[in-house]
């Protein structure tokens, strides 16, 4: 009988309640592993998310939590080690934009993009890799952006703070590879969401336009890079970051 490439493992994605993180955890438990996620507040997108993934027929809990407060980050991972037994794949997913040129942009601005985008990966990096060294093993999958590697305009928080997740996962794959731990980015590309359906339509085609495939990304389409990196089959890969953009960059 054919079984899972994640049979056994443990996933715990943030911000997963909809978009990118939410089919990253349906393609992770479709591969067999349990899900633990967490989101903002338990609404119906969370609600949803918790019935799609029991549906696979996995284990899966929800897990009511700000990602860029360090206490509740740790007591969050506390609860889930509890829960679980253990945790072998963290995807630091949750992010938000508070988009606007540098010129005219608030401390406010500036500083919600950094901490909810940047520190909520450290919080729960900081949380799960203690877990994972007693394991000797985890993959830490940081969502990066195309941004955090070229830049963009009207965009300096953002891409700055998706340019520091690619240095976190680095760090961490050179201080942790010797316990097992993988740590990699995935940089995607203009990604159909609703983070991107708020934008204009003329932005959006503006974005089609540069994109030598044509289209905007899927989630799912990040989802299969995310399982690449959360399973064996990336076990020599760590300290990269894979671009998923369409041919964008
Ligand atoms: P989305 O807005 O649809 O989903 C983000 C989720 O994160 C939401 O469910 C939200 O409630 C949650 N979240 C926000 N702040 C949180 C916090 N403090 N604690 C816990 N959860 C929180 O966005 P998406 O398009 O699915 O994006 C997911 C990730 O992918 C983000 O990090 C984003 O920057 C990145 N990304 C998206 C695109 C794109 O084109 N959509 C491109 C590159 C990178």
Redesign the pocket.
């Known amino acids: 009988m054919a079984t899972g490439l994640l049979e056994g493992k443990v996933a715990l994605i ?2 997963a ?5 939410k089919a990253i955890a349906l393609k992770l438990a479709s591969e067999g592993a349990s899900i633990a996620f ?3 507040k338990e609404d119906d ?1 969370f609600r949803n998310t918790v019935a799609e993934i029991g549906a696979l027929g996995v284990k899966c809990r929800g897990y009511a ?4 407060d360090y206490e509740q980050s740790h007591n969050t991972v506390e609860r889930i080690h509890k829960d679980f037994g253990r945790i072998d794949i963290l995807v630091n ?4 934009t508070r988009d606007g040129l540098m010129m005219r942009m608030s401390e406010l601005q500036w500083d919600s993009v950094i901490t ?2 940047l520190k ?1 990966a450290f919080n729960f990096t900081h949380a799960v890799v203690p877990v994972m060294a007693r394991q000797r093993g985890g993959s830490i999958i940081n ?1 990066s ?1 195309v941004v955090g590697v070229n830049g963009n305009a009207g965009q300096c928080n953002y891409s700055a703070s998706k340019a520091g997740l690619i240095g976190l996962a680095k760090s961490i794959a050179k201080e942790m590879g010797s316990r097992g731990i993988r740590a990699n980015a995935i940089a ?4 159909v ?4 359906n708020a934008l204009p339509q003329e932005v959006r085609d503006e974005w089609n336009k540069k994109i030598p495939l044509r289209r905007g990304g899927t ?1 799912e389409d990040i989802a299969n890079v995310a399982l690449f990196l959360a399973s064996d089959l990336s076990s020599y890969v760590t300290a990269q970051v894979i671009v998923c953009d369409g041919g964008m960059l």
């Open positions: 943030t911000g309640a909809r978009g990118i993180g967490t989101d903002l997108n939590s700000d990602a860029s997913n949750a992010g938000i909810v985008n909520s969502i952006s995607p590309g203009f990604i969401t609703d983070m991107t989630p």
